[in-house]
């Protein structure tokens, strides 16, 4: 069993799976105030923050093992406007970087698109 914080948590996609392999969400970051809503249903006692910006180590009371996530992946998508890295939505890759510097977890799992190979001619992968 291992401990978990959750990065761009969403509607809890990751949390749902890593709940049901036997693991604990020890917090959720999410800025939509829609998707809060729905992981505050399934999550109740989960510690939420909003803005990935401001959110640190030492907002935690427990370390946790794994740190997950699915960073914005509108600027690296094919199907938009690849603006890569350099995007303001898929640019908070970089804080997810320095929460995960922050905490050293054990694991960490990302999740986006196909396109992140691609962008900025693969430079950005």
């Known amino acids: 069993m291992m401990k978990y914080l959750s990065l761009f948590s969403g509607i809890g996609g990751f949390d749902l799976g890593l709940d049901g392999a036997g693991h604990i969400c020890i917090g959720q970051v999410e800025k939509d105030k829609n998707c809060r ?4 249903c399934h999550w109740k006692n989960v510690p939420r923050f909003k803005d990935v910006r401001k959110f640190h180590a030492k907002n935690l009371t427990i370390r946790p093992s794994l740190v997950c996530g699915g960073f914005p992946c509108q600027d690296l998508s094919v199907a938009g ?12 890759w970089f804080q997810f970087a320095r929460i995960v510097d922050e905490i050293r977890p054990t694991l960490v799992l990302i999740e986006n698109v196909p396109g992140l190979l691609s962008s900025n001619e693969g430079r950005d992968f």
């Open 81 to 92: 406007r690849r603006a890569g890295l350099a995007g303001k939505r898929s640019g908070l």
């Open 37 to 40: 809503s729905v992981l505050r």
